[in-house]
Protein backbone atom coordinates (compact mmCIF):
# COMPACT_ATOMS: atom_id res chain seq x y z
CA UNK A 1 0.00 0.00 0.00
CA UNK A 2 1.07 3.63 -0.61
CA UNK A 3 1.79 5.44 2.63
CA UNK A 4 -1.13 8.26 2.87
CA UNK A 5 2.29 11.21 2.67
CA UNK A 6 3.11 9.52 -1.13
CA UNK A 7 -0.24 10.63 -2.57
CA UNK A 8 -0.59 13.33 -3.33
CA UNK A 9 2.57 12.87 -5.27
CA UNK A 10 0.75 10.01 -7.16
CA UNK A 11 -1.93 12.05 -7.81
CA UNK A 12 -0.05 14.76 -9.16
CA UNK A 13 1.62 12.32 -11.57
CA UNK A 14 -1.39 11.32 -12.77
CA UNK A 15 -3.28 14.86 -13.82
CA UNK A 16 0.48 15.63 -15.30
CA UNK A 17 -0.13 12.81 -17.59
CA UNK A 18 -3.75 12.63 -18.23
CA UNK A 19 -4.57 16.27 -19.20
CA UNK A 20 -2.76 16.82 -21.73
CA UNK A 21 -4.26 14.04 -23.27
CA UNK A 22 -7.74 15.90 -22.44
CA UNK A 23 -6.16 18.78 -24.55
CA UNK A 24 -5.42 17.09 -27.98
CA UNK A 25 -9.22 15.14 -27.32
CA UNK A 26 -10.91 18.55 -27.88
CA UNK A 27 -8.75 19.85 -30.34
CA UNK A 28 -10.21 16.72 -32.28
CA UNK A 29 -13.89 17.82 -31.07
CA UNK A 30 -12.89 21.37 -32.22
CA UNK A 31 -12.11 19.61 -36.28
CA UNK A 32 -15.66 17.71 -35.66
CA UNK A 33 -17.58 21.31 -34.72
CA UNK A 34 -18.82 19.36 -31.16
CA UNK A 35 -17.28 22.70 -29.03
CA UNK A 36 -19.18 25.09 -31.10
CA UNK A 37 -21.99 25.39 -28.89
CA UNK A 38 -23.88 25.51 -32.28
CA UNK A 39 -22.63 28.76 -33.26
CA UNK A 40 -21.41 29.33 -36.75
CA UNK A 41 -17.20 29.71 -36.77
CA UNK A 42 -16.05 31.83 -39.91
CA UNK A 43 -12.32 31.78 -40.19
CA UNK A 44 -9.71 33.47 -42.77
CA UNK A 45 -6.95 30.77 -42.69
CA UNK A 46 -3.67 31.57 -45.14
CA UNK A 47 -2.12 29.32 -47.52
CA UNK A 48 -0.23 28.02 -44.46
CA UNK A 49 -3.36 27.27 -42.24
CA UNK A 50 -4.87 25.95 -44.83
CA UNK A 51 -2.10 23.69 -46.03
CA UNK A 52 -1.59 22.71 -41.99
CA UNK A 53 -5.72 21.78 -41.79
CA UNK A 54 -5.56 19.71 -44.90
CA UNK A 55 -2.67 17.60 -43.95
CA UNK A 56 -4.20 17.09 -40.39
CA UNK A 57 -8.06 16.72 -41.45
CA UNK A 58 -8.59 16.39 -44.60
CA UNK A 59 -7.52 12.76 -45.52
CA UNK A 60 -9.54 11.50 -41.80
CA UNK A 61 -12.93 12.88 -43.28
CA UNK A 62 -13.17 15.52 -40.87
CA UNK A 63 -12.72 18.15 -43.62
CA UNK A 64 -14.56 19.20 -46.40
CA UNK A 65 -11.97 21.91 -49.55
CA UNK A 66 -14.66 23.01 -51.40
CA UNK A 67 -13.49 25.31 -54.64
CA UNK A 68 -15.85 28.05 -55.64
CA UNK A 69 -14.48 28.90 -58.95
CA UNK A 70 -15.82 28.21 -62.64
CA UNK A 71 -15.83 24.71 -64.13
CA UNK A 72 -12.49 25.66 -66.37
CA UNK A 73 -10.48 27.45 -63.72
CA UNK A 74 -10.62 24.01 -61.48
CA UNK A 75 -9.56 21.99 -64.49
CA UNK A 76 -7.00 24.40 -64.94
CA UNK A 77 -5.09 23.26 -61.38
CA UNK A 78 -7.29 22.61 -57.99
CA UNK A 79 -6.53 21.36 -54.23
CA UNK A 80 -6.56 17.72 -54.53
CA UNK A 81 -9.86 16.03 -53.41
CA UNK A 82 -11.57 19.70 -53.48
CA UNK A 83 -15.15 19.66 -54.63
CA UNK A 84 -16.30 22.42 -57.11
CA UNK A 85 -19.17 24.14 -57.08
CA UNK A 86 -19.39 27.36 -59.54
CA UNK A 87 -19.77 30.27 -57.40
CA UNK A 88 -21.76 31.71 -60.43
CA UNK A 89 -24.11 28.39 -60.24
CA UNK A 90 -28.08 29.95 -61.00
CA UNK A 91 -28.31 26.91 -58.03
CA UNK A 92 -25.58 27.58 -55.59
CA UNK A 93 -27.76 27.29 -52.53
CA UNK A 94 -29.05 23.68 -53.53
CA UNK A 95 -25.48 22.61 -54.57
CA UNK A 96 -24.08 24.31 -51.05
CA UNK A 97 -27.08 22.58 -48.88
CA UNK A 98 -26.12 18.89 -50.27
CA UNK A 99 -22.31 19.34 -48.66
CA UNK A 100 -22.60 18.03 -45.01
CA UNK A 101 -23.03 20.82 -42.57
CA UNK A 102 -21.69 19.84 -39.11
CA UNK A 103 -18.12 19.06 -40.87
CA UNK A 104 -15.44 22.39 -41.34
CA UNK A 105 -15.61 23.38 -44.62
CA UNK A 106 -12.29 25.41 -46.12
CA UNK A 107 -13.19 27.62 -48.94
CA UNK A 108 -11.19 28.99 -51.86
CA UNK A 109 -11.39 30.54 -55.19
CA UNK A 110 -9.29 32.20 -57.07
CA UNK A 111 -7.98 35.03 -54.73
CA UNK A 112 -10.33 34.92 -51.96
CA UNK A 113 -13.20 37.51 -53.24
CA UNK A 114 -15.82 34.71 -54.14
CA UNK A 115 -14.50 32.01 -51.31
CA UNK A 116 -15.34 35.12 -48.98
CA UNK A 117 -19.04 35.31 -50.61
CA UNK A 118 -19.80 31.91 -49.98
CA UNK A 119 -18.54 31.53 -46.49
CA UNK A 120 -21.45 34.56 -45.86
CA UNK A 121 -23.87 32.53 -48.04
CA UNK A 122 -22.93 29.04 -46.06
CA UNK A 123 -23.65 30.63 -42.87
CA UNK A 124 -27.01 31.65 -43.72
CA UNK A 125 -27.63 28.07 -45.15
CA UNK A 126 -26.53 26.76 -40.92
CA UNK A 127 -22.95 25.51 -41.73
CA UNK A 128 -21.26 25.37 -38.53
CA UNK A 129 -17.50 25.66 -38.90
CA UNK A 130 -16.15 27.61 -42.45
CA UNK A 131 -12.40 28.38 -43.32
CA UNK A 132 -12.07 31.10 -46.28
CA UNK A 133 -8.36 30.80 -47.33
CA UNK A 134 -7.26 34.52 -48.07
CA UNK A 135 -5.28 34.38 -51.35
CA UNK A 136 -6.96 31.50 -53.11
CA UNK A 137 -5.12 29.28 -55.39
CA UNK A 138 -3.00 32.02 -56.69
CA UNK A 139 -1.40 32.79 -53.39
CA UNK A 140 -1.37 29.08 -52.36
CA UNK A 141 0.45 28.33 -55.97
CA UNK A 142 2.60 31.19 -55.58
CA UNK A 143 4.02 29.31 -52.58
CA UNK A 144 4.81 25.80 -54.19
CA UNK A 145 2.46 24.22 -53.07
CA UNK A 146 0.83 21.28 -55.65
CA UNK A 147 -2.65 21.62 -57.30
CA UNK A 148 -4.00 18.77 -59.91
CA UNK A 149 -5.27 19.68 -63.28
CA UNK A 150 -8.38 17.80 -64.41
CA UNK A 151 -11.55 16.44 -63.41
Not at 72 to 87: M, T, V
Amino acid sequence: MLKKSLLPIVFSLVLAIVIPGIGSLNHLAVAQNQDNNGQTIIKDVSVKEANELIQKYFKSGYLIILDVRTDSEYKSGHLEGAINIDYYSENLETLLNKLDKTKPILVYCKSGARSRRTTSIMEGLGFKKIYNMEGGILDWEYKGLPTVKGK
